[in-house]
């Protein structure tokens, strides 16, 4: 049998439209050696030889227990209750297909409208969604769902927000007649000056990360004054890790109208970078906007408790030029995750781990802050990480910190070169008060012998 490769019609009207000749074009952003490999295999081995070969390969990894780690820049290491592995271990769980069928997908559809429950509870909203793939794409479709409220096409960004999240934005509003506008920071916060200036009535929606990037908490009930005298403009907060919340005041009491963010840092380990959930939150009256699944809660005809898909608006359900987006599934073990992780630290425990947080991340910057060699680059009030500046070779450094099994922090001039010699320094609960003595006196050598 043979297939004929002769382009349709439909696909003339594609590459005019895209301004391509071919299909292949479509790739031509992928590098040639990634989109088309050279691939040199071996001779070949049998099972046992490779088994061999794989275990001498993985010998040489480190093993990330044996190093205390101060890197945190969205994805962040906290201790997990053996209950949430215990539990998330549960075949029917970790095997369970998408709840279509609510007669026998109850048990899911419940922890979902659990994890919504609680996603409401920390952030003050009103309704939240089944769970989203990440923090990022959960912010970039709060961007899309704004434009869709009041169709605004220009969006104030603020650089103070994940540089991650910022590129998945741009992304996601690529291709689409939607601009982003970025507002500059000054002492590692929102430049509320600066943003006054940039807003005006075209703009759709104001976004400000808190705590943000540089781990400082933004002013955002200025920044919520500011916004609402545009009475169409949509404040939107991002939170990439929500362990403040059980310190601080939820997003809503700041007037927030979107609050995205990810769950990463309840239950779910830093596993390379994912799987994560983005969680996804926001006022009753924008309901039928959400992307992705929601779950209700109702009555069967017996009277008891039943759980379905409710506010169905999917592109797999209606017509697409309808759909709030193509969102094709949740991320609901990493949800249930979370569930478990928030049911069994509860509101006392998310306080104290909180606490800890905080008071370890202050206890360390003040010691790095009193040395020769470094200080603090912004003096703003932050939660667990921090900003810290010097004018030593921050490479080395690094180098020097990790043969001493630390991994000392994110180095912030790729992603803002004018934070050259910046690094951003982070401390949980599972950095303990000796691992940061043994950070801050190594440091200390370095500064002394400088």
Known sequence: MTYSLKITKNQEEIYKELGISN??????AIPKEVFEPEIRLDESLSEKEIKE?????????KNISDFASFIGGGAYYHYIPSLVKAITGISSFYTAYTPYQAEISQGTLQYIF?????????????????SMYDGASALAEAVL???????KKEFIISKTIHPEYMETC???LSGKDLRIVESDYDNGVTDLEKL??????DTGAVVIQNPNFFGCFEELDKINDIVKNFPDCLFIVSIVNPMHLGLCVPPAVNGADIVTGEGQSFGNPVSFGGPYLGFFATKQK???QLPGRIVGKTTDIKGNDAYVLTFQTR????????????ICSNHSLNALAFVVYLSSVGEKGLRETANICIQRAHYLSEKINSLNSFKLRFNSRFFNEFVVQTDMDTEKLQNILYDSKILGGILLEEYFPELRGCILMTVTEMNSVKDINRYFNILNTISDGD
């Open 23 to 28: 299909y292949k074009e479509l790739f031509n």
């Open 53 to 61: 070969k794989l275990t001498e390969i993985g010998s040489a990894n």
């Open 114 to 130: 659990d994890f919504q429950s609680l996603v409401c509870r920390l952030t003050g909203m009103e309704v939240a969604n089944a």
């Open 145 to 151: 769902m704004a434009n869709r409220i009041n169709g």
């Open 170 to 172: 741009k992304t996601y």
């Open 196 to 201: 006054k200036n940039l807003i005006n009535k």
């Open 286 to 288: 924008f309901i039928r």
């Open 315 to 326: 592109e797999q359900h209606i017509r697409k030029n309808k759909a709030t987006s193509n």
